[in-house]
């Protein structure tokens, strides 16, 4: 349900959710409360529409007696709790963990992760697919990160980002444990290069990205060696 909100803005397909109308509007406040708070203010919603393919909102509330609702609909994400079919999307697996702490057990640390978007990307509203790329920088703020989340991290820099905040993760990127699979992994390299290409705007910046990066495998074959 969460991964099918966030695909919404780029796809241009909206969550039907179709359920006892309680159910209906619990479900669309957890889908609210997974987000940061600014996100969630501007997340259009309505609990009932005759025609829930029709109008703007973002996430529409269904029942099938009486309505023009149709499970088949193309243009929207219909998830029918009454028969038990929606769609076969998922959340990348570090993320939908989290979300699932963060939810049932350690509401905090779901907190602390909003309070760090809305600080670090005061201008985010949106509830997109970028979201994962917060959350991938949270986790290198953190001291956790791996080369398959560099690529979302990348994408949220290039659409929310600015050339201080890029400098800073890369800086920092280059300077983690992991920053070898980074260098090396045939699937991030490529993605590294480019990024370090449209961030790096002076020969003083490359440089110094380029020793962060040499310094860290140098280190990591001082460590392989001591062992």
Known sequence: LVACMLAGPAS???VIVSDLPEHVEQWIGALGYVVPSRCAADLSFS???YNPVRGDWRIVGAIADGT???PAASTAYVFDFVTGTMPDRDL????ADFLEIGLLIASDSLAAFHSYVESTFPAYRVS???LYGAFALYQLADGEFGADAFHAA???LDVHGDDAKRGEFLRAALSCP???SLVTDPHTQP???DFVNRTARGWSVLLELTFDAEGSLLDCADGQAAR
């Open 47 to 49: 609990t009932y529409e």
């Open 178 to 180: 992991q920053s070898v």
């Open 191 to 193: 993605v590294l290069l």
């Open 12 to 14: 241009q397909k909206r």
């Open 128 to 130: 997109d697919e970028t």
């Open 68 to 70: 023009q609702y149709d």
């Open 154 to 156: 990348c994408t949220m």
């Open 92 to 95: 990348p697996g570090d993320f």
